[in-house]
């Protein structure tokens, strides 16, 4: 059993570019949360994704959006990057119906410049 | 979600158990416990969860008081690559989603050699 992947680890932009972040679920998980992190503080939830559908979302701006498609992997899509979307980001699948325990991915590195 | 209340930081010699406190006076009936710690720029890794019976895994031991208005997450032979930073999450768990984990700051254990 493959746990959550996410790509790629690290990743540097600037300032008004989009950035795309990808994410593999846990075998047979069929739910996604996507998370941000900043620097020395917990993780914020951004959203979820169950059935295609987002299900769910924190105190994050539209410029934030995601996909997840039908093998539950999922994209988070940032547009008009700011220097403080600088953060770890972390993907984190689930089984909807079951246990519902969220696992996490390694989390890929965004740095805005 | 209810509010938990962790120490800052916690020190631990190798070897010794590891007592880490947690207080949710805020607690709803429904709510359970979830314990995670993240390693340094790791993401989270899921430890152990319980509503209000104590559990125990090959990881941990949660022990939740009778009131559920406090636990405690025992690492029962602490050895150093324990050492991260512990979020004590309660939230709701149902089959229809939705249950996004609200991190706090957590507290960071060190163990000593």
């Known amino acids: 059993e493959t746990g959550v992947t996410q790509s790629p680890t690290h990743l540097i932009k600037t300032r008004g570019q989009q950035v795309t972040l990808r994410c593999s679920s846990q075998s047979g998980h069929n739910t996604v949360s996507w998370y941000q992190q900043a620097l020395g503080q917990g993780p914020q939830f951004i959203f979820q994704?169950?059935?295609?559908?987002?299900?769910g979302r924190g105190n994050f701006p539209p410029r934030f959006s995601g996909l997840q498609f039908p093998n539950y992997s999922s994209e988070l899509n940032v547009n008009a990057l700011e220097l403080d979307d600088s953060a770890l980001y972390l993907c984190?699948?689930?089984?909807?119906?079951?246990?519902?325990?969220?696992?996490f991915g390694p989390g890929t590195r965004l740095t805005v410049l | 979600d209810a509010k938990t209340t962790q120490p800052t930081s916690m020190d631990c010699a190798e070897g010794r158990a590891a007592n880490l406190p947690c207080n949710h006076s805020t607690i709803s009936g429904n709510e359970y416990v979830y314990w995670y710690r993240q390693i340094h720029s790791q993401g989270p890794q899921y430890i152990i969860h319980g509503l209000k019976n104590n559990e125990t895994n090959e990881m941990a031991s949660l022990i939740i008081t009778e009131d559920r208005k406090s636990s405690t997450l025992i690492l029962p032979h602490a050895t150093l690559r324990d050492t991260a930073v512990y979020y004590c999450i309660v939230r709701v768990t149902s089959n229809f989603g939705n249950e996004k984990l609200t991190f706090g700051t957590g507290t960071r254990l060190t163990i000593i050699p």
């Open positions: 994704y169950y059935r295609e559908e987002e299900n």
């Open positions: 984190a699948s689930s089984v909807r119906g079951r246990t519902d325990t969220q696992y």
